[in-house]
Structures are given as C-alpha cells and as structure tokens.
C-alpha cells in the first residue's frame, strides 16, 4: 500500500511539474517580444521627428511619438515594427537603420527638404 501510494504521489509530482512548464506564466505574453533599436545618423545636429507603432507578442499595439537630433538611438520591443522619421528642416540629410538585435533589417536616408521616410521590421 505505501510503495502504491509513493507510486502515485510520484506521478502526480511529475505530472503537476510538466504542466506547469508548458503553461505559460506571468509576462510569458511578451516573451515572444523583440529588442528593436532605431538608429538615426547622417549629419550630426539634424533635426527630426518621428513616430512607431509597434504590435506587442500580447496583442497590444503601442504607438509612440518622439523626437530629436542625430545622433540618436531610440528602442522598443515587439514582434513587429513600423516607424516613420522626418527631417525637420530643408537642409541636412538622415540616415536611418532599423535593428532588431544587432542585425538591420530596414534602412533609408532623407535628403530631400522636410523629407521622411517609413522603415518596417519584424
């Protein structure tokens, strides 16, 4: 009787750890998120706005608005990306990347005067 009863207590022990493994636990939502780094360069003190949406692994989607000078990193996390940068005056040029992790998955350059560009990334 004890060996049968150490048996199934073993066996619920085993059966309670797989299940909580496979089931996924608080801020396991945004574990399918990724790092993404948007870069803007070109000449140093140029002028920018900007703007993301970005879709979250939980569904969410998130828009953001900001803006700056070159050089500047800005980051966020999801599973997809879409952003949109404009120069802020008519001389000056930007280079713009979009990273996720280390490897740039868009990139684009405004020269034109108050000129933008959209880059995407999943």
């Known amino acids: 009787m004890l060996r049968t009863c150490a048996g199934l207590l073993t066996a619920a022990v085993l059966s309670a750890s797989l299940f909580l493994a496979a089931c996924p636990g608080e801020g396991a939502a945004s574990s399918g998120d990724q790092p993404f780094t948007i870069r803007i360069a070109g000449d140093?003190?140029?002028?920018?706005?900007?703007?993301?949406?970005?879709?979250?692994?939980?569904?969410?989607?998130?828009?953001?608005?900001?803006?700056?000078t070159a050089p500047r990193d800005f980051r966020a996390e999801g599973l997809q990306i879409d952003v949109t940068i404009q120069k802020t005056t008519p001389m000056g040029y930007l280079e713009v990347q979009l990273l996720r992790g280390r490897e740039v998955v868009d990139e684009d350059s405004v020269t034109a005067a108050f000129g933008s560009t959209t880059l995407s990334g999943r």
């Open 44 to 68: 140093r003190g140029q002028s920018f706005s900007g703007s993301y949406v970005l879709m979250k692994a939980d569904g969410n989607i998130v828009t953001e608005a900001f803006e700056g």
